[in-house]
């Protein structure tokens, strides 16, 4: 099976552009960063629960989302991935 992305770069250029096109108003992405699953799935739980419409929720049980790691994609791009270097 072929790969559409041979290196890091292109990898990063098909995401940006995936990102780009289909990132609308309707149906915005929500990016989760992470290097370790653990942190990962705890922001995902974490932006569901804040999310639901749940008046009985608490919000200092749910924890704080890091808005550097959660958010819409141009948004946590911006912040963040421009800043590491692409070999």
């Not at 009985?56 to 919000?59: A, L, M, T, Y």
């Not at 049980?61 to 819409?72: M, Q, Y």
């Given at each position: 099976m072929a790969h559409c992305c041979k290196t890091p770069r292109e990898y990063t250029k098909a995401k940006e552009a995936m990102f780009f096109y289909t990132d609308t108003a309707d149906a915005p992405w929500t990016v989760i960063k992470s290097d370790c699953k653990k942190p990962a799935r705890l922001n995902a739980m974490r932006?569901?629960?804040?999310?639901?419409p749940n008046t009985?929720?608490?919000?200092e049980?749910?924890?704080?989302?890091?808005?550097?790691?959660?958010?819409?994609a141009q948004v946590v791009y911006e912040r963040g991935e421009q800043n590491i270097p692409v070999p």
């Open positions: 932006y569901i629960l804040h999310k639901l009985s929720k608490s919000p049980h749910i924890g704080r989302l890091d808005s550097l790691l959660v958010g819409r």
